[in-house]
């Protein structure tokens, strides 16, 4: 299909939705006027935004048929979904250690190959300047010590938006003193940026093992410079260690290999048919960090969840690192999400009960940095995505077991339940709702709160859909990237777009 002009605004064909939809997607939608509106969508981070809230400013149309499918990215691994950058890049990071760059179509741009042995465990995290970072992983058996053990070191690469490496830095060590326990860090959590004018860290939390069987939380903050990190040690938990593997044995039910590795939760459901049902053996990714600042400016909150029962809030400064101001312990929580951040401050946790019935139920929790008590909201099952939120601050959530959740307030005001399990969280446009699940992508008028698309596909529910500036409609199922097309782009006889010139395609060799 031919490109618009950059000086024109013209029509796309749209696709075969009804009147009603698509009216109710406009009123729903605010107008699309140009470059300014596309700057404020840009899905730069893997829940949206540094607050996690799941939320692009642009109207979309529902996902009835891919305009493009991207198979032969590698495998991802749950929760590394894709981000893109200010000019509409893809970005996806795999197991392998590749990170991906790919034009809005999805056609290729270049590609990264990060240092050997390296693994990419969740998505990367775009700056404004288009710059990329993203963690890789290196686990291997350890044979300097005796007995062998189990070692994971963490790497933080900074890749220009062209490809190419700009600077590593591999996480701090720890524990050196007891070369069994030492190691630079696990993580499976997406890294996060706060940025105000020059200023600007990574923040990114790391899993610790510590000899005895426990394990120990940090948080990192990275300068843009690549220079040593802040660190913040956040808690501590004594855990029953299998002495083979380092894999985890705790009451959160997270009994796999590499469990001490990525410390997740892994819930026993009754389960559905096979086709609807997620992976045996997946483990929902830890979680990342909010970061939030009032209006009128002041120091960030960073709002982290431990891998127990705790939700911890610091502020953050570079000159003085990380100061913790509140620290809420919710004894019936067996995993946790990333926290979302409102506009008026409230974060939003979704939990799982540490429950060992065959039905495990979990609950929302709200909390700092404002102050207001709000109280928990249950459910009927385990939630283990981050909930993301609608124009008009309405919450949506869905469960593992493929219910979707609309809140106003800590009120339920409508749901659905899907076939297909899921630990996607929901991505929202200002006129759409799109929820991930293994068997299937549906799309939700985010106004009437109401299905509106369905397409059926296999293997997706891991990794929740990103929304790109021009309104196109990103998703992962079986490791393809499908693309969904924008809407329609409406009258704007006084609007210029400039669009930058389309870059070669090329390919790198590797990070240095």
Known sequence: ???????????????????????????????????????????????????????AGVATRPALRASATVPGLGSFAPGAGPVIGPDGTVYLGNEQGVLWALHADGSFYWKQQLGAGQSIQASPVVDTDGSIYVVGEYTYTDHRVTPAVRRTDSTLYHIAPTGGGLWTRPFPEHFTGVPQAASRGATSAPPNIWRSGSQAAI???????????????????????????????????????????????????????????????????????????????????????????????????????????????????????????FRKTDPARGYAASPMLLPDGHSVTAASDADANSIIPGHLVFTGPNGASLPNVGTSFPLLDTPARTSDQRLVVTSQSGAVIFLQGTTVVASAQLPGQTIASPAVSRSHVFVSTVSSLRTFNALTMTEVGRLDWAGGGLSGPAIGPSGRVYALASNTLYVFPAPPLRPCPTCTIQRPPRPAARESAGAR
């Open 1 to 55: 299909m031919p490109r618009p002009s950059a000086a024109t605004c013209s029509r796309r064909p749209s696709a075969p939705i009804s009147r009603l939809a698509l009216l109710a997607g406009i009123l729903a939608a605010a107008a699309w006027t140009g470059p300014a509106a596309l700057a404020a969508a840009t899905w730069d981070h893997a829940h949206g935004d540094a607050a996690n809230s799941g939320f």
């Open 203 to 325: 923040i990114v939390p790391a899993a610790y093992k510590v000899l005895g069987g426990s394990m120990e939380l940090y948080l990192l903050a990275f300068p843009p410079d690549g220079g040593p990190p802040r660190e913040q040690a956040v808690s501590y938990q004594a855990q029953a260690l299998n002495a083979d593997d380092g894999g985890i044995l705790s009451t959160a039910g997270c009994i796999i290999t590499l469990c001490f590795l990525h410390p997740g939760f892994q819930p026993t459901v009754t389960p559905p048919a096979p086709s609807d049902s997620l992976p045996a053996h997946y483990t929902a990714p830890m979680s990342g960090v909010g970061i939030f600042t009032f209006p009128g400016g002041g120091l960030p909150w960073v709002i982290v969840n431990d891998p127990w029962q705790q939700t911890i809030g610091y502020t953050f400064s570079p000159a003085g690192g990380f100061t913790e101001m």
